[in-house]
């Protein structure tokens, strides 16, 4: 397929700054800012977030909101000394008080509100455990969703996260890049199943290997994983991993947000379904109550998975920093389907603008 380059330049480049890659900054998306866990009612995170300061607070009932960081009175940053106070942030400069939707309800000095005291909200999703916030370059409000996924049976959320000098449309490429696999995560027997299929914003791909895994005393064996990608934009996407063999499933999300033109930060999170005949697990395991096995491996085993995702993820980390991005590339039989996938991406660039 032929390459179509993405838009190089534009007219304003506050809005489409290009990274030293090469690549327009911000893409269009949804965007993992947090995790649920990391905000609890009451709590309040201060986030970098598309070169922009940003503030995530969750009121007393619940509700979450996120908002521009500079408070409009006089210009206080509340990720620095603000509250929650019932359904509101307060200000820590003159007590000013935001709701969810940024209007300022109350002064700290008992006075009428300025009107035009209003703080900018961004649009937010709480899916499974992971706090999502929309960006789009030219501020147009959220036209797809990421999926409400049902996690019944897994365990809860474990994560890990960095900060790297790349970009969400090189670390999503890592779906596609099949050359990859084996020779950067010693994958073997890689097989595609299927093709790649692209609906809108969603991207869907399906492989099967064999991986290294470490067995008692030190040895190690090859197992069959079932790989299935489900990437929603740039910024969200997760795997399916299967070991049939040992009866095990893992949903691996793998979350990357632009901090400013040249970082990312990269979450990743594993839960792991329940297990619940322990001997496939391990064959030693078959002689021992499932009663007693079960619970530990379900306490351990999501604990090792994250451990081993981290581990390949890292394994990436090098090349992502230091490489530039090439467009057209120069691909070669084996590639897997690169091409496809970068003209599935310009969707999520707005396309240049006159000036
Ligand atoms: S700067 Fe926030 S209340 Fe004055
Ligand atoms: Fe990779």
Redesign the pocket.
Known sequence: MMEIPLPAATANPELHPISSKGLPAYPNGWYAIAFSAELPPGGILSRRFMGQEIVAFRTQSGALSVIDAF?P????HLGYGSTVEQETIR?P????CFDTHGVCVST?YGTKPPPKAVIRTWPVREKHGIILAWFHAQGQPPDWEVPDLDMTGFSPLGWREWTLRSHPQETTENSVDIGHLSIVHHYDDVQVRGDLHTEGPYLNARYGMRRPAPLAGGLIQSIQSEFEIHAYGLGYSYVDVQIISMGLNSRQFVLATPVDVETIRLRIALSLRSITEPGRVHPALKWLPGTLTAPLLNRVLPVTALDGFANDVQQDFEIWQHKVYFSPPILADGDGPVGRYRHWVKQFYCPPRAS
């Open positions: 408070c009175h006089l210009g206080a200000c400069f003159h007590y000013f700290g």
